[in-house]
């Protein structure tokens, strides 16, 4: 059974093999990766700074972002995948990020992670008083999108914007 932690130096190894996954498919997850030090992830004291920085950014956010919850889904301490959620949206994020992003490494995809991790940020989203929730995916991501409608989106339009085409899905959050 999968979980949601936070991000921990303690699966630098897992994170790392899910890297070179998304990295053979010529993709990569960015659940923040805006945050990386000068150290970069490869080394041990690199991925602990940066997991403490992940950790950091929900009450003391730098570079001008938003606070953000990220946690790492995992399951039998292997790095499946992260989900974030951005606890307020800022023009960019209205435009073409969302409140929440997730991504799932290639070897555990088809088995609904990505599904099950949303639902419960979204139990985390409504804690937090948010009322709806915005989640973009690129037009052409048709799991992504699938996820989201799963837990209830509704596709408001595809628009053009500065991280490229992207559809936009917006999910009511009834008490």
Not at 43 to 59: D, H, I, N, V, Y
Not at 61 to 76: F, K, L, N, Q, S
Not at 148 to 162: F, I, K, N, S
Request: charged content about 25%; aromatic content about 6%.
């Amino acid at each position: 059974m999968p979980q949601l932690i936070e991000p921990s130096p303690a699966l630098h190894a897992s994170w790392l093999a899910a890297r070179a996954e998304w990295e053979a498919l010529g993709t990569e997850d960015g659940a923040g990766r805006h945050l990386v030090p000068e150290q970069g992830l490869d080394t041990a004291e690199g991925f602990r700074l940066w997991t403490e920085a992940l950790r950091e950014q929900e009450t003391n956010p730098v570079g001008g972002y938003v606070p953000a919850t990220h946690r790492w889904i995992v399951e039998d301490s292997v790095f499946l995948g992260a989900i974030d959620l951005r606890h307020r949206l800022n023009g960019f994020l209205l435009e073409a990020g969302g409140h929440i992003g997730y991504s799932v490494r290639p070897s555990a995809r088809g088995r609904s992670v990505a599904t099950w991790a949303l639902g419960e940020m979204l139990k985390e989203a409504r804690a937090r008083g948010i009322d709806q929730v915005l989640i973009t995916c690129d037009e052409d991501n048709e799991a992504s999108a699938r996820v989201a409608e799963h837990q209830g989106a509704v596709l408001e339009d595809v628009r053009d914007t500065v991280l490229g085409r992207k559809c936009r899905f917006w999910i009511a959050l009834d008490d």
